[in-house]
């Protein structure tokens, strides 16, 4: 589904990915995790198809396609979602009418008509419940003032509505309480299928705990370094990343 | 002939109406020909020149009268609202058009208000009275006094239904020059909501130099809206003055989205403690379009407050003036005054001015402005690319967004719709959703 190849990239001059190398099958969850500043975010970014972003060597392929060069909204047209580490605050407009326009210029790019007003209020409500959010919340401004929990939340009510093959998540347990990380999670696992993949991107064990990654990968210094089960990540979050730091600089 | 020594010219015939405004007329007249039309050098001016518009020929007063049916100017009202409507076609009141069947409350006409002896006590106290006597523009318009809409909500009264203004030029002149004046009084604990809205029918030039002054009594409320969307042949000099006593509230909303030159002087004067007074605007311009929002709130007694949010969005070659001076006198004390200017240029070939005016002279107050000038957010349009909109939809919705968040003081939801849809369009996005 996903297959990244030597992938260099460099924001403002600076190179951040480093020849990363990365292959992601439908089925899979695969988790990435790495010390702060490795590019972890940068890596979601760019299969995003965030442009500030230079991609100077190497090649990201989705479903046998090159999208190195494609437009954000392409990919997501393609099914790639990427949940925000720091989701923007919009205000002005609601959280229901961004959904719907997001689903519906989808729908248009995919050559289908707008989904039928009454096929969205179902959906919406459909996957407000299974995320737990309450319909009020959705008629907020977009983000504007959400705790960081409400956000993530919210991203993921975002994933569920608009159906992702490949979902990437960045981040999305920082600001969970415990009960918020649970539905999530189940929210997350109620969408996998074999058809669809997910990345989690995360620093610690927990979320692993209920998303249970097929694979785990350390990403450290623009590549990755070690790859592994979601032993590794346990063994991770006994003994910190320096034995790896250490691994790679001998 | 230029359109002042015309305007100098016909005053006398003008004058041969011997109503409750002639000294008034008079000393207005002297003061106009005196300081002549303004020009760039004035401070307050120095962004916006008349000098296109005024070397057009105007005709002052039209000679022939237009027949217009509901059909023909039905999209300029808000049709969805019940509503009392007094329309104006070429600067004469329309009977056919209009509905002003009011009950316990009075909507009529200037002229007829500066004529009858029953409106003599009104008149002589509230015209004229807070309209600034040494700005030419006002000046002009009073000594030209004729026709506008006079309002008058007595004590506890509660108008059932806003008041739409709607003034028409049709174009069976070359060139019109309209001077409406109006008068609205909101006696103690009353209410009112008017929307106004000036709108010509033709490619001919209309010029349109307007005075409305109200006043609102201990705690009344006042709603006043404005919609300005005119062609791109019509320019429209506003001078609107409210006068505020204890406790009242009064908010202006003025939606800027076309015309040649718009000029909007806005003034608030609070005369009592517990006055909130809100001035809110939002601009969208493209092509040569010119707006100057000129606003005034002047504290002068304590415990007052002044909410002031202006948004702008400018495209190809247009232009935005915002100028807005906030006055604390040293008595006005805890005095909350907010002044927000946030625009948006969407082409580099897009200008704006603007310009913050704190005079305060009070040490315990709560004053912020802060005014912002941008692109949209880049964070923000790969936030929504990522969602699957693409960017032309995405800069539409955020532009969207960014104005839509000063409807929420809005409070005729129709109007409020109205207006969404209106920026939606001027935007030109279509945005999937309802509202
Ligand atoms: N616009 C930018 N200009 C310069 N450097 C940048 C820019 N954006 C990111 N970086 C740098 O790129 C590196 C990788 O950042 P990135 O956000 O991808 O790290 P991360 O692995 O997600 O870290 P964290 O775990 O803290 O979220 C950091 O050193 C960061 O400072
Ligand atoms: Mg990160």
Known sequence: MLKIENLHASIEEKEILKGLNIEVKPGEVHAIMGPNGAGKSTLSSVIAGREEYEVTEGSIEFNGEEIGEMEADERAHKGIFMSFQYPVEIPGISVTNFIKTAINETRKAQGLEDMPASDMLKKIKEKAELLEIDRKFLSRSLNEGFSGGEKKRNEIFQMAMLEPKLAILDETDSGLDIDALKIVANGVNKLKSKDNAVIVITHYQRLLDYIVPDFVHVLYDGKIVKSGTKELALELEAKGYDWIKQEVTA | ?435
């Open chain 2, 1 to 435: 002939m230029d359109l002042k020594d015309k305007l100098v010219s016909s005053f006398a015939t003008l004058q041969e109406q011997n109503d409750a405004a002639h000294q008034i007329r008079q000393e207005a007249f002297e003061q106009f020909e005196t300081l002549g039309f303004p020009t760039k050098k004035l401070e307050a001016w120095k962004y916006t020149s008349l000098n296109s518009v005024l070397k057009t020929d105007f005709n002052l007063f039209p000679t022939s009268a237009t027949t217009l049916s509901f059909e023909d100017v039905k999209p300029y009202f808000v049709h969805e609202i019940d509503a009392y409507k007094v329309v104006f076609v070429d600067g004469v009141f329309n009977a056919e058009l209009s509905n002003i069947d009011t009950e316990g409350f009075e909507v009529t006409l200037m002229s007829k208000a500066l004529n009858d002896a029953e409106h003599k006590a009104v008149i002589e106290k509230y015209f004229n009275s807070i309209a600034k006597k040494d700005e030419s523009l006002t000046s002009l318009n009073t000594a030209f006094t004729k026709e506008g809409t006079f309002i008058h909500i007595p004590k506890s009264k509660v108008a059932d239904k806003p008041i739409q203004l709607l003034h028409f030029a049709t174009g069976t002149e070359n060139a019109l020059f309209l001077q409406p004046r109006n008068l609205v009084v909101v006696e103690e604990n009353a209410q009112v909501q008017i929307i106004e809205r000036h709108q010509s029918l033709t490619d001919n030039a209309t010029l349109t130099n307007a005075v409305t002054e109200m006043f609102v009594a201990k705690h009344a409320n006042l709603d006043y809206y404005k919609i300005q969307n005119d062609k791109l042949t019509a320019s429209l000099i506003d001078n609107t003055y409210i006068s505020q006593e204890g406790q009242s509230n009064a908010s202006v909303h003025t939606f800027s989205f076309g015309g040649k030159i718009t000029r909007n002087n806005l003034n608030y004067y609070q005369k009592g403690e517990y006055i909130d007074s809100t001035l809110k605007g939002i601009t969208i311009l493209e092509g040569k379009q010119h707006v100057d929002h000129y606003t005034l709130v002047d504290h002068v007694e304590p415990n007052c407050e002044s909410h002031q949010n202006y948004k702008g969005i400018f495209a190809e070659k247009s232009t935005g003036v915002f100028n807005g001076k906030i006055y604390v006198d040293k008595i006005a004390q805890k005095t909350n005054a907010f002044q927000q200017n946030n625009n948006i240029l969407l082409d580099d070939t897009a200008t704006i001015n603007t310009k913050p005016q704190l005079e305060i002279f009070a040490d315990d107050v709560k004053c912020s402005h802060g005014c912002t000038i941008g692109q949209l957010d880049a964070e923000a349009m790969f936030y929504l690319k990522t969602r699957g909109i693409p960017e032309k939809e995405a800069k539409g919705l955020l532009t969207y967004a960014f104005a839509n968040n000063v409807l929420e003081s809005v409070r005729i939801p129709e109007l409020q719709a109205r207006v969404n849809k209106l920026i939606a369009e001027k935007l030109g996005v279509n945005l999937g959703f309802d509202q």
